[in-house]
């Protein structure tokens, strides 16, 4: 609205009006202005990310894709297929599959006709997506970011944007075989990611209704206890049900526990804890095959303290249930997936790089094509064209004149490892001169063995950085330990078993 009346008052002025004339205008834009209020432009405005959400420096990017390059070669060499799901899904879709967690889900404002929320985790999506497409048989992974309507701890690697990291066995199989890969696949990643010593507890979700039973717990309080840190006498419950559960919470062990506990006088009485330590000790028996039992501990435990800093970064679970619930005629697809929790493995590599002032390589450049004197930004062109070629990841300067000794630090800043140097000697005698950036050995190369000779000098296998931290996972419970200082550490909070259970990020 004040456009208009503004270039009326300069039209006014060009045309040197008269003064009245002039002040009358200017009166006009004066109280178009004062309808308008405070220029919101010149109100101060706070750039920052939304709370629960960051921005990421190539720093950052470069260790966050060193790992999914980990996690997604381990899930292809298991034969898993690459899936996606939208980012969000019908409100109805989501909702009632959570259980407590269900408030947690953003709601999206109705826009064309649809009531739409944010994703909360990608298992609810992937049974949607086996109901509505009618499939009972598929092995896939799928990375992909979701979101949380809570209080994050940003400093523990939580947040309410970030990513999950998913692989599900979907289909009607023989018992425990599934299970026990998908525990290898757990046991491959942590072993390639160079995380630490650690050690996987499980329990089954059996054994456990079966020890409340025996212990006279009601079957309406089953799944409180098991999903809070409260002490069960808070629960109303007889004085000596605390003691009685202690007895057996406190064991831990092997197959040998499994075959103890397949002797207790009352657990064996019990048929669901009898069909848990089955399926237990069937579970050894695969995870002796695949030479992982002394990483597996079974463990009853149902809760612990919550140490600082410490968080779960994996899981694994069951959800035999959950696609049945979208399919019209409730047939169920056996399903058990892992959760690598991610973000909390990027914030451990992160603060340990930081600790130890590490410098990360934000780009894979393996050579600087580079001149030695003056003019021949052709030739440079014409070197680093014939390396794009034959699939060498190269770079230069964008200057017509740069000096040699600015290539050469540009290349120890970016950590690029060799330098490719071209002259007017180098043009004559038909080589190039490649230089070692960390050893500043410098040789002579045939311009026709440039490229193979790069290869061979760049070719070095992936390193990630070392960590060490407490992990928890579950299924009806899955736990991953690592050794913190020489010691276990208790774990942060109980999940249960899907769908009431939160994944880690």
Known sequence: LCSPQAECVQGLKQQKASTEQIEEEVAKLLKLKAQLGPDERKQKFVLKTPKGTRDYSPQQMAVREKVFDVIISCFKRHGAEITDTPVFELKETLTGKYGEDSKLIYDLKDQGGELLSLCYDLTVPFARYLAMNKLTNIKPYHIAKVYWCDNPAMTRGQYREFYQCYFDIAGQFDPMITDAECLEIMSEILRSLQIGDFLVKVNDRHILDGMFAICCVPDSKFRTICSSNEMVGEKG???????????????????????????????????????????????????????????????????????LGVGNVAAEGRYDGLVGMFDPKGCKVPCVGLSIGVERI????????????????????????????????????????????????????????????????????????????????????????????????????????????????????????????????????????????????????????????????
């Not at 526990?257 to 009485?269: G, K, T």
């Open 237 to 307: 419950l007889a004085t000596k049900v605390p003691d009685h559960i202690g007895d057996y919470i406190q064991q831990h062990g092997g197959i040998s526990l499994v075959e103890q506990l397949l002797q207790d006088p009352e657990l064996s009485q019990n048929k669901q804890a009898l069909e848990g330590l089955g399926d237990l000790k069937l579970l050894f028996e695969y995870l002796t095959l695949f030479s992982i039992a002394d990483k597996i501990s079974f463990d009853l435990s149902l809760a612990g303290e919550e140490p």
């Open 346 to 505: 990027f914030s451990i590599v992160e603060q340990r790089l930081e600790a130890t002032e590490e410098k990360v390589r934000t780009t894979e450049t393996q050579v600087l094509a580079a001149s030695a004197q003056k003019k021949l930004l052709e030739e440079r062109l014409k070197l680093v064209s014939e390396l794009w070629n034959a699939g060498i990841k190269a770079e230069l300067l964008y200057k017509k004149n740069a000096k040699l000794q600015n290539q050469l630090q540009y290349c120890e800043e970016a950590g690029i490892p060799l330098v490719a140097i071209i002259g007017e000697q180098e043009l004559k005698d038909g080589v190039i001169k490649l230089r070692s950036v960390a050893s500043r050995e410098e040789v002579d190369v045939p311009r026709e063995d440039l490229v193979e000779e790069i290869k061979r000098r760049t070719s070095q296998p992936l390193c990630i950085c070392s960590v060490e931290q407490t992990i928890r996972g579950k299924w009806a419970w899955h736990y991953l330990w690592l050794k913190q200082d020489s010691a276990y550490v208790l774990p942060t909070a109980l999940y249960t078993s899907f769908p009431a259970g939160r994944p880690p990020q």
